[in-house]
Protein backbone atom coordinates (compact mmCIF):
# COMPACT_ATOMS: atom_id res chain seq x y z
CA UNK A 1 0.00 0.00 0.00
CA UNK A 2 1.47 3.47 -0.86
CA UNK A 3 1.35 5.84 1.53
CA UNK A 4 -1.59 8.04 -0.42
CA UNK A 5 -3.28 5.15 0.23
CA UNK A 6 -3.58 4.91 3.77
CA UNK A 7 -6.18 6.80 4.84
CA UNK A 8 -5.51 8.75 8.23
CA UNK A 9 -7.91 9.66 11.15
CA UNK A 10 -7.27 12.32 13.50
CA UNK A 11 -8.32 11.69 16.78
CA UNK A 12 -8.34 14.30 19.70
CA UNK A 13 -9.78 15.02 23.00
CA UNK A 14 -10.37 17.58 25.92
CA UNK A 15 -10.00 16.22 29.05
CA UNK A 16 -10.67 17.42 32.40
CA UNK A 17 -6.75 18.12 32.96
CA UNK A 18 -5.95 21.47 33.48
CA UNK A 19 -3.33 22.38 30.80
CA UNK A 20 -5.85 21.01 28.24
CA UNK A 21 -8.09 23.61 27.35
CA UNK A 22 -9.02 24.61 23.82
CA UNK A 23 -5.26 25.76 23.16
CA UNK A 24 -3.89 22.84 24.01
CA UNK A 25 -6.02 20.49 21.62
CA UNK A 26 -5.58 22.93 18.59
CA UNK A 27 -2.46 22.75 19.20
CA UNK A 28 -2.45 18.44 19.13
CA UNK A 29 -4.54 19.09 16.08
CA UNK A 30 -1.77 21.04 14.77
CA UNK A 31 0.99 18.34 15.53
CA UNK A 32 -1.56 15.66 13.82
CA UNK A 33 -2.28 17.08 10.85
CA UNK A 34 1.84 17.87 10.25
CA UNK A 35 2.48 14.08 10.79
CA UNK A 36 0.05 12.99 8.31
CA UNK A 37 1.67 15.84 5.44
CA UNK A 38 5.03 14.28 6.66
CA UNK A 39 4.23 10.65 5.99
CA UNK A 40 2.13 11.25 2.73
CA UNK A 41 -1.32 9.82 4.12
CA UNK A 42 -4.53 10.78 3.34
CA UNK A 43 -6.10 12.64 5.98
CA UNK A 44 -10.43 11.03 6.16
CA UNK A 45 -11.24 13.61 9.09
CA UNK A 46 -11.20 14.61 12.70
CA UNK A 47 -12.73 12.93 15.96
CA UNK A 48 -12.51 14.94 18.61
CA UNK A 49 -14.39 14.42 22.04
CA UNK A 50 -15.08 16.65 24.69
CA UNK A 51 -14.67 15.05 28.16
CA UNK A 52 -15.70 18.43 29.75
CA UNK A 53 -19.24 18.79 27.77
CA UNK A 54 -21.86 18.05 29.83
CA UNK A 55 -22.55 14.63 28.49
CA UNK A 56 -22.20 11.66 31.31
CA UNK A 57 -18.74 11.13 31.71
CA UNK A 58 -19.33 7.33 29.99
CA UNK A 59 -20.06 8.77 26.84
CA UNK A 60 -17.02 9.55 24.35
CA UNK A 61 -19.54 9.69 20.82
CA UNK A 62 -16.50 10.50 18.78
CA UNK A 63 -14.87 7.76 19.62
CA UNK A 64 -17.10 5.57 19.19
CA UNK A 65 -17.64 6.70 15.48
CA UNK A 66 -13.93 6.26 15.24
CA UNK A 67 -14.58 2.44 16.56
CA UNK A 68 -17.32 1.67 13.54
CA UNK A 69 -15.38 3.48 10.91
CA UNK A 70 -12.34 1.18 11.79
CA UNK A 71 -14.88 -1.79 11.79
CA UNK A 72 -15.87 -0.52 8.63
CA UNK A 73 -13.07 -0.40 7.17
CA UNK A 74 -12.71 3.26 6.22
CA UNK A 75 -9.01 3.67 8.35
CA UNK A 76 -6.20 2.66 7.95
CA UNK A 77 -4.18 4.51 10.77
CA UNK A 78 -4.79 6.79 13.74
CA UNK A 79 -3.37 9.43 14.62
CA UNK A 80 -2.99 10.85 18.44
CA UNK A 81 -1.52 13.01 20.81
CA UNK A 82 -0.39 10.28 22.90
CA UNK A 83 -1.73 6.91 24.12
CA UNK A 84 -3.94 8.13 27.10
CA UNK A 85 -5.78 10.25 25.31
CA UNK A 86 -7.34 7.82 22.60
CA UNK A 87 -7.20 5.38 25.44
CA UNK A 88 -8.56 7.06 28.53
CA UNK A 89 -9.54 4.00 29.97
CA UNK A 90 -8.38 0.22 30.13
CA UNK A 91 -11.82 -0.58 28.81
CA UNK A 92 -11.72 1.62 25.80
CA UNK A 93 -7.92 1.05 25.32
CA UNK A 94 -8.90 -2.85 24.86
CA UNK A 95 -11.64 -2.02 22.24
CA UNK A 96 -9.40 0.34 20.30
CA UNK A 97 -6.34 -2.25 20.11
CA UNK A 98 -8.82 -5.21 19.04
CA UNK A 99 -10.21 -3.18 16.29
CA UNK A 100 -7.03 -2.13 15.10
CA UNK A 101 -6.24 -5.95 15.46
CA UNK A 102 -8.87 -6.89 13.31
CA UNK A 103 -8.69 -4.42 10.74
CA UNK A 104 -4.62 -4.40 10.35
CA UNK A 105 -4.44 -0.15 11.52
CA UNK A 106 -2.02 1.76 12.17
CA UNK A 107 -2.02 3.54 15.56
CA UNK A 108 0.93 6.12 16.34
CA UNK A 109 1.62 9.04 18.15
CA UNK A 110 3.01 12.35 18.24
CA UNK A 111 4.50 11.72 21.99
CA UNK A 112 5.14 7.65 22.52
CA UNK A 113 5.30 4.83 20.22
CA UNK A 114 2.83 3.52 17.79
CA UNK A 115 0.72 0.43 17.95
CA UNK A 116 1.69 -1.24 14.52
CA UNK A 117 -1.18 -3.33 14.06
CA UNK A 118 -0.56 -3.71 10.32
CA UNK A 119 2.50 -6.83 10.94
CA UNK A 120 2.21 -9.91 12.61
CA UNK A 121 4.72 -9.10 15.47
CA UNK A 122 3.15 -5.67 16.30
CA UNK A 123 -0.16 -7.83 16.19
CA UNK A 124 1.73 -10.30 18.85
CA UNK A 125 2.75 -7.23 21.40
CA UNK A 126 -0.87 -5.61 21.31
CA UNK A 127 -2.32 -8.94 21.92
CA UNK A 128 -0.45 -9.33 25.22
CA UNK A 129 -0.88 -5.62 25.88
CA UNK A 130 -4.94 -6.77 25.67
CA UNK A 131 -4.37 -9.21 27.76
CA UNK A 132 -2.65 -7.39 30.36
CA UNK A 133 -5.33 -4.73 30.54
CA UNK A 134 -8.05 -6.90 30.26
CA UNK A 135 -6.42 -8.84 33.44
CA UNK A 136 -5.82 -5.38 34.67
CA UNK A 137 -9.83 -4.48 34.66
CA UNK A 138 -10.75 -7.88 36.46
CA UNK A 139 -8.12 -7.33 39.30
CA UNK A 140 -9.08 -3.80 39.89
CA UNK A 141 -13.09 -4.89 39.50
CA UNK A 142 -12.43 -7.48 42.18
CA UNK A 143 -10.67 -4.90 44.64
CA UNK A 144 -13.30 -2.24 44.26
CA UNK A 145 -16.03 -5.45 45.21
CA UNK A 146 -13.77 -6.73 48.04
CA UNK A 147 -13.39 -3.06 49.60
CA UNK A 148 -17.12 -2.13 49.57
CA UNK A 149 -18.26 -5.70 50.93
CA UNK A 150 -15.77 -5.16 53.49
CA UNK A 151 -16.91 -1.67 54.71
CA UNK A 152 -20.89 -3.23 54.52
CA UNK A 153 -19.05 -5.76 56.73
CA UNK A 154 -17.61 -3.17 59.54
CA UNK A 155 -21.32 -1.14 58.88
CA UNK A 156 -19.86 1.50 57.22
CA UNK A 157 -21.96 3.43 55.04
CA UNK A 158 -21.32 2.67 50.97
CA UNK A 159 -19.49 4.40 48.64
CA UNK A 160 -21.13 5.96 46.05
CA UNK A 161 -24.54 7.77 45.43
CA UNK A 162 -26.39 9.38 48.94
CA UNK A 163 -30.22 7.75 49.38
CA UNK A 164 -32.41 10.19 50.36
CA UNK A 165 -32.35 11.11 53.92
CA UNK A 166 -28.62 10.16 54.40
CA UNK A 167 -25.21 12.16 54.31
CA UNK A 168 -22.65 10.41 52.01
CA UNK A 169 -20.52 9.60 54.91
CA UNK A 170 -24.03 8.11 57.08
CA UNK A 171 -25.07 11.23 58.54
CA UNK A 172 -28.71 11.77 58.85
CA UNK A 173 -30.16 14.85 56.73
CA UNK A 174 -33.29 16.10 58.69
CA UNK A 175 -35.67 17.37 56.96
CA UNK A 176 -35.24 14.72 53.74
CA UNK A 177 -35.44 11.80 56.90
CA UNK A 178 -39.03 13.24 58.08
CA UNK A 179 -40.05 12.66 54.29
CA UNK A 180 -38.77 9.13 54.84
CA UNK A 181 -40.19 8.50 57.81
CA UNK A 182 -43.42 9.71 56.33
CA UNK A 183 -43.59 8.44 53.20
CA UNK A 184 -43.47 4.83 55.17
CA UNK A 185 -46.10 5.61 57.18
CA UNK A 186 -48.23 6.70 54.64
CA UNK A 187 -47.99 3.47 52.98
CA UNK A 188 -48.24 1.07 55.71
CA UNK A 189 -51.62 3.22 56.51
CA UNK A 190 -52.86 2.42 53.12
CA UNK A 191 -51.81 5.00 50.82
CA UNK A 192 -50.87 3.99 47.28
CA UNK A 193 -47.37 4.37 45.43
CA UNK A 194 -48.78 6.36 43.40
CA UNK A 195 -50.55 8.67 45.72
CA UNK A 196 -47.25 9.25 47.55
CA UNK A 197 -45.49 10.07 44.46
CA UNK A 198 -48.15 12.63 43.64
CA UNK A 199 -47.70 14.48 47.11
CA UNK A 200 -43.98 14.58 46.98
CA UNK A 201 -44.30 15.82 43.58
CA UNK A 202 -46.91 18.79 45.18
CA UNK A 203 -50.25 17.41 43.73
CA UNK A 204 -52.85 18.55 45.54
CA UNK A 205 -55.60 16.71 46.49
CA UNK A 206 -57.84 15.13 49.52
CA UNK A 207 -56.89 11.83 48.38
CA UNK A 208 -53.35 12.49 48.75
CA UNK A 209 -51.33 11.81 51.56
CA UNK A 210 -49.95 14.68 53.43
CA UNK A 211 -46.13 15.16 52.65
CA UNK A 212 -43.60 17.61 52.28
CA UNK A 213 -42.76 18.62 49.00
CA UNK A 214 -39.65 17.41 47.54
CA UNK A 215 -37.54 17.45 44.13
CA UNK A 216 -36.93 14.52 42.78
CA UNK A 217 -33.79 13.02 44.37
CA UNK A 218 -31.62 12.79 41.41
CA UNK A 219 -32.21 16.73 40.31
CA UNK A 220 -31.16 16.88 44.05
CA UNK A 221 -28.22 14.98 43.79
CA UNK A 222 -26.67 16.48 40.18
CA UNK A 223 -27.56 20.28 42.26
CA UNK A 224 -24.78 18.48 44.64
CA UNK A 225 -22.83 17.56 42.67
CA UNK A 226 -22.53 20.63 40.57
CA UNK A 227 -21.86 22.71 43.49
CA UNK A 228 -18.72 20.47 44.03
CA UNK A 229 -17.82 20.54 40.40
CA UNK A 230 -17.58 24.50 40.91
CA UNK A 231 -15.69 24.38 44.03
CA UNK A 232 -13.33 22.80 41.58
CA UNK A 233 -13.55 25.07 38.71
CA UNK A 234 -15.07 22.41 36.55
CA UNK A 235 -18.30 23.16 34.39
CA UNK A 236 -21.86 22.65 35.74
CA UNK A 237 -23.17 19.52 34.50
CA UNK A 238 -26.94 19.48 33.18
CA UNK A 239 -29.35 18.85 35.84
CA UNK A 240 -32.59 17.06 35.39
CA UNK A 241 -36.23 18.35 34.51
CA UNK A 242 -38.07 19.41 38.04
CA UNK A 243 -40.40 16.39 37.18
CA UNK A 244 -42.96 14.65 39.66
CA UNK A 245 -42.16 11.77 41.06
CA UNK A 246 -42.44 7.99 39.96
CA UNK A 247 -44.47 5.19 41.61
CA UNK A 248 -40.65 3.41 41.31
CA UNK A 249 -38.80 5.47 42.76
CA UNK A 250 -40.93 5.69 46.33
CA UNK A 251 -40.70 2.01 45.61
CA UNK A 252 -37.03 1.63 45.66
CA UNK A 253 -36.99 4.04 48.51
CA UNK A 254 -40.00 1.80 50.40
CA UNK A 255 -37.42 -1.28 49.61
CA UNK A 256 -34.56 0.44 51.13
CA UNK A 257 -33.26 -2.05 54.43
CA UNK A 258 -30.67 0.81 54.89
CA UNK A 259 -33.30 2.82 56.53
CA UNK A 260 -34.12 0.33 59.24
CA UNK A 261 -30.36 0.27 60.24
CA UNK A 262 -29.65 -2.68 57.89
CA UNK A 263 -25.60 -3.05 56.31
CA UNK A 264 -26.35 -3.82 52.73
CA UNK A 265 -23.99 -5.19 49.88
CA UNK A 266 -25.03 -5.67 46.91
CA UNK A 267 -23.06 -8.56 44.92
CA UNK A 268 -22.11 -8.13 41.18
CA UNK A 269 -24.76 -11.42 40.07
CA UNK A 270 -27.82 -9.38 41.69
CA UNK A 271 -27.33 -6.15 39.37
CA UNK A 272 -26.24 -7.91 36.21
CA UNK A 273 -30.07 -9.68 36.85
CA UNK A 274 -31.46 -5.93 37.13
CA UNK A 275 -33.62 -7.50 39.99
CA UNK A 276 -32.50 -5.17 42.90
CA UNK A 277 -35.42 -4.08 44.03
CA UNK A 278 -37.28 -7.47 44.89
CA UNK A 279 -34.25 -9.04 45.92
CA UNK A 280 -33.74 -6.24 49.10
CA UNK A 281 -33.55 -8.22 51.34
CA UNK A 282 -31.17 -10.82 49.92
CA UNK A 283 -28.97 -7.62 49.93
CA UNK A 284 -29.23 -7.26 53.77
CA UNK A 285 -25.66 -8.31 54.95
CA UNK A 286 -25.51 -11.38 57.55
CA UNK A 287 -22.85 -12.79 60.26
CA UNK A 288 -21.61 -15.91 60.96
CA UNK A 289 -24.51 -16.42 62.70
CA UNK A 290 -26.87 -15.50 60.01
CA UNK A 291 -27.44 -12.16 61.68
CA UNK A 292 -28.09 -8.67 59.92
CA UNK A 293 -25.05 -6.74 60.61
CA UNK A 294 -26.50 -3.53 61.36
CA UNK A 295 -24.82 0.21 60.27
CA UNK A 296 -23.23 2.64 62.10
CA UNK A 297 -25.73 4.95 60.99
CA UNK A 298 -29.15 6.11 62.63
CA UNK A 299 -31.81 4.60 61.57
CA UNK A 300 -34.58 6.36 60.13
CA UNK A 301 -37.96 4.02 60.19
CA UNK A 302 -37.93 1.33 63.00
CA UNK A 303 -37.48 -2.10 62.01
CA UNK A 304 -41.17 -3.86 62.78
CA UNK A 305 -42.24 -0.82 60.39
CA UNK A 306 -39.58 -1.62 57.16
CA UNK A 307 -41.15 -5.28 58.30
CA UNK A 308 -44.58 -4.58 57.64
CA UNK A 309 -43.76 -2.57 54.93
CA UNK A 310 -41.85 -5.17 52.96
CA UNK A 311 -45.00 -7.67 53.63
CA UNK A 312 -47.53 -5.24 52.09
CA UNK A 313 -44.69 -4.49 49.12
CA UNK A 314 -44.47 -8.81 48.92
CA UNK A 315 -48.05 -9.15 48.92
CA UNK A 316 -49.41 -10.18 45.19
CA UNK A 317 -53.05 -9.04 46.40
CA UNK A 318 -51.84 -4.90 46.59
CA UNK A 319 -51.85 -5.24 42.74
CA UNK A 320 -55.33 -6.23 42.60
CA UNK A 321 -56.71 -3.68 44.81
CA UNK A 322 -57.87 -5.28 47.91
CA UNK A 323 -58.27 -3.27 51.36
CA UNK A 324 -56.43 -0.38 51.40
CA UNK A 325 -54.33 0.04 48.10
CA UNK A 326 -55.59 1.82 45.04
CA UNK A 327 -59.72 1.42 45.55
CA UNK A 328 -61.07 4.39 43.65
CA UNK A 329 -64.10 4.65 46.09
CA UNK A 330 -64.32 5.02 49.59
CA UNK A 331 -66.39 2.07 50.30
CA UNK A 332 -66.12 -0.81 47.86
CA UNK A 333 -65.20 -4.00 49.60
CA UNK A 334 -65.41 -2.42 52.79
CA UNK A 335 -68.82 -1.52 53.40
CA UNK A 336 -71.09 -4.66 53.58
CA UNK A 337 -74.83 -5.51 52.25
CA UNK A 338 -76.98 -5.64 55.29
CA UNK A 339 -79.01 -7.97 53.47
CA UNK A 340 -75.82 -10.73 53.09
CA UNK A 341 -73.19 -9.60 54.35
CA UNK A 342 -70.88 -9.36 51.53
CA UNK A 343 -68.84 -6.47 50.85
CA UNK A 344 -70.75 -4.07 48.27
CA UNK A 345 -68.72 -2.97 45.13
CA UNK A 346 -69.19 0.65 43.35
CA UNK A 347 -71.55 0.58 40.44
CA UNK A 348 -71.27 4.05 38.73
CA UNK A 349 -72.57 6.57 41.23
CA UNK A 350 -73.65 4.23 43.59
CA UNK A 351 -72.87 1.32 45.96
CA UNK A 352 -74.44 -1.74 45.07
CA UNK A 353 -74.89 -5.94 46.14
CA UNK A 354 -76.64 -7.18 43.50
CA UNK A 355 -80.89 -7.63 44.37
CA UNK A 356 -80.17 -6.63 47.77
CA UNK A 357 -79.28 -3.09 47.79
CA UNK A 358 -78.39 -0.12 45.97
CA UNK A 359 -77.16 3.44 47.38
CA UNK A 360 -76.17 6.69 46.62
CA UNK A 361 -71.70 6.57 46.80
CA UNK A 362 -72.01 10.09 47.83
CA UNK A 363 -74.65 10.06 50.29
CA UNK A 364 -73.63 7.47 51.86
CA UNK A 365 -69.48 8.55 51.99
CA UNK A 366 -70.37 11.68 53.26
CA UNK A 367 -72.84 10.63 56.21
CA UNK A 368 -69.77 7.69 57.14
CA UNK A 369 -66.96 10.10 57.13
CA UNK A 370 -68.94 12.44 59.55
CA UNK A 371 -69.58 10.02 62.00
CA UNK A 372 -66.03 8.35 62.20
CA UNK A 373 -64.88 12.02 62.25
CA UNK A 374 -67.50 12.71 65.09
CA UNK A 375 -66.16 9.19 66.64
CA UNK A 376 -62.29 10.03 66.91
CA UNK A 377 -62.72 13.50 68.21
CA UNK A 378 -64.32 11.71 71.75
CA UNK A 379 -61.47 11.48 73.98
CA UNK A 380 -62.33 7.78 75.08
CA UNK A 381 -60.79 6.54 71.77
CA UNK A 382 -57.95 4.35 73.02
CA UNK A 383 -60.53 2.38 74.55
CA UNK A 384 -61.65 1.51 71.23
CA UNK A 385 -58.61 -0.12 70.03
CA UNK A 386 -56.62 -3.51 71.11
CA UNK A 387 -53.36 -2.83 71.92
CA UNK A 388 -50.97 -4.55 69.67
CA UNK A 389 -51.18 -8.20 69.68
CA UNK A 390 -47.92 -9.55 68.05
CA UNK A 391 -48.77 -13.34 67.79
CA UNK A 392 -52.43 -12.89 66.66
CA UNK A 393 -50.84 -10.74 64.09
CA UNK A 394 -47.77 -13.93 62.95
CA UNK A 395 -51.56 -15.43 63.13
CA UNK A 396 -53.24 -13.96 60.50
CA UNK A 397 -50.62 -13.26 58.61
CA UNK A 398 -50.39 -17.32 57.90
CA UNK A 399 -53.73 -17.25 58.08
CA UNK A 400 -54.22 -15.05 55.02
CA UNK A 401 -51.51 -16.74 53.65
CA UNK A 402 -53.30 -20.10 53.90
CA UNK A 403 -55.98 -18.47 51.72
CA UNK A 404 -54.27 -17.46 49.43
CA UNK A 405 -52.52 -20.79 48.68
CA UNK A 406 -56.53 -22.24 48.56
CA UNK A 407 -57.13 -19.92 45.88
CA UNK A 408 -53.55 -20.59 43.80
CA UNK A 409 -54.55 -24.49 44.21
CA UNK A 410 -57.90 -23.70 42.90
CA UNK A 411 -56.55 -21.89 40.16
CA UNK A 412 -53.83 -24.81 39.11
CA UNK A 413 -57.05 -27.38 39.17
CA UNK A 414 -59.10 -24.99 36.72
CA UNK A 415 -56.31 -24.75 34.99
CA UNK A 416 -55.78 -28.52 34.78
CA UNK A 417 -59.59 -29.07 34.47
CA UNK A 418 -60.32 -30.66 37.20
CA UNK A 419 -62.86 -28.13 38.35
CA UNK A 420 -65.46 -26.11 36.62
CA UNK A 421 -64.93 -22.24 35.82
CA UNK A 422 -68.29 -22.00 38.68
CA UNK A 423 -66.73 -23.79 41.14
CA UNK A 424 -63.42 -21.98 40.55
CA UNK A 425 -65.24 -18.43 41.26
CA UNK A 426 -67.23 -19.94 44.16
CA UNK A 427 -63.77 -20.66 46.05
CA UNK A 428 -62.20 -17.86 45.22
CA UNK A 429 -65.40 -15.77 46.47
CA UNK A 430 -65.40 -17.60 49.71
CA UNK A 431 -61.62 -17.01 50.66
CA UNK A 432 -61.40 -14.06 49.30
CA UNK A 433 -64.70 -12.88 51.65
CA UNK A 434 -62.10 -14.77 54.79
CA UNK A 435 -59.38 -12.81 53.45
CA UNK A 436 -61.56 -9.33 53.58
CA UNK A 437 -62.27 -10.21 57.05
CA UNK A 438 -58.77 -11.00 58.33
CA UNK A 439 -56.91 -7.98 56.49
CA UNK A 440 -59.77 -6.01 58.07
CA UNK A 441 -58.50 -7.33 61.78
CA UNK A 442 -54.97 -6.68 60.94
CA UNK A 443 -55.35 -3.45 59.64
CA UNK A 444 -57.00 -2.75 63.24
CA UNK A 445 -54.41 -4.68 65.17
CA UNK A 446 -51.58 -2.77 63.64
CA UNK A 447 -53.18 0.45 63.60
CA UNK A 448 -53.44 0.37 67.24
CA UNK A 449 -49.95 0.67 67.85
CA UNK A 450 -48.56 2.22 64.94
CA UNK A 451 -47.96 5.53 65.81
CA UNK A 452 -48.16 6.65 61.90
CA UNK A 453 -51.63 6.14 61.69
CA UNK A 454 -54.59 8.47 61.88
CA UNK A 455 -55.01 7.04 65.54
CA UNK A 456 -51.55 7.66 66.94
CA UNK A 457 -51.95 11.10 66.23
CA UNK A 458 -52.69 14.25 69.09
CA UNK A 459 -55.80 15.13 67.07
CA UNK A 460 -57.12 11.79 64.90
CA UNK A 461 -59.90 13.41 63.56
CA UNK A 462 -58.05 16.04 62.07
CA UNK A 463 -55.68 13.73 60.39
CA UNK A 464 -58.64 11.50 59.53
CA UNK A 465 -60.31 14.49 58.07
CA UNK A 466 -56.40 15.48 56.06
CA UNK A 467 -55.82 11.93 55.16
CA UNK A 468 -55.78 10.43 51.94
CA UNK A 469 -58.30 7.66 50.57
CA UNK A 470 -56.39 5.11 51.17
CA UNK A 471 -56.13 6.25 55.03
CA UNK A 472 -59.31 6.89 55.47
CA UNK A 473 -60.56 3.07 54.52
CA UNK A 474 -58.20 1.66 56.83
CA UNK A 475 -59.22 3.98 59.31
CA UNK A 476 -62.60 2.81 58.72
CA UNK A 477 -61.56 -0.76 58.60
CA UNK A 478 -60.12 -0.26 61.81
CA UNK A 479 -62.78 1.29 63.92
CA UNK A 480 -66.06 0.15 62.37
CA UNK A 481 -68.14 -2.43 60.64
CA UNK A 482 -70.31 -0.42 58.17
CA UNK A 483 -73.86 -2.32 56.54
CA UNK A 484 -76.10 -0.64 54.09
CA UNK A 485 -80.02 -1.11 53.86
CA UNK A 486 -82.03 -0.96 51.18
CA UNK A 487 -83.22 2.65 51.34
CA UNK A 488 -87.22 3.02 52.14
CA UNK A 489 -88.91 3.17 48.86
CA UNK A 490 -90.46 7.01 48.44
CA UNK A 491 -88.93 8.70 51.11
CA UNK A 492 -87.05 11.69 50.09
CA UNK A 493 -84.37 12.21 52.45
CA UNK A 494 -81.62 10.46 53.70
CA UNK A 495 -82.68 8.02 56.07
CA UNK A 496 -79.62 7.52 58.95
CA UNK A 497 -81.44 4.50 59.73
CA UNK A 498 -80.45 2.84 56.54
CA UNK A 499 -77.12 2.94 57.42
CA UNK A 500 -75.44 0.82 60.07
CA UNK A 501 -72.14 1.62 61.62
CA UNK A 502 -71.12 -0.53 64.22
CA UNK A 503 -68.16 0.14 66.46
CA UNK A 504 -65.75 -2.40 67.67
ZN1 LIG B 1 -76.33 -8.58 49.51
Not at 205 to 220: F, I, Q, S, Y
Not at 329 to 348: E, F, I, Q, T, W
Not at 399 to 407: F, G, K, L
Request: charged letters at 30%; hydrophobic letters at 35%; one cysteine or more.
Amino acid sequence: MSPEQRRAAVYLRISQDRENTRLGVDRHREDAEALIAARRWTPVGVYEDNDISGKGHKKRPAFERLLKDIEAGHIDVVVAQEWPRLERNRADGVRIIEAAQRHHVLLTFAKGSDIDCTTAAGRLSADMFSAIARNEIEVKAERQSRAQRQRAQQGRPPKGVRPLGYATNGDVIKHEAEAVKKIYGAFSSGSSLRAIAAALSGSEGKDLPALPTLPRHNRTLMIERNARRSEEGLEPRPVPNDDPWVPSTVMGILRNPRYAGYSTYTPKEVLANGDRRRSWRAQILRDDHGEPILGQWDSIVDLAMWEAVQDRLDDPARITNRVGTDRKHLGSGLYRCGVCDKPVKAHGQRYRCAGHVVRSREQIDDFVVEVVRRRLALPDLHDLLPSADEPRLQEIKEEINEHRARIHRAQRDYDDELIEGFDLKRIRDRENAAIDTLEVERLRLSLGSSHTSVLGQRDPAAAFEAGDLGVRRSTIGALCTVRLYPHPRGMKSFNPDSVSIMWR
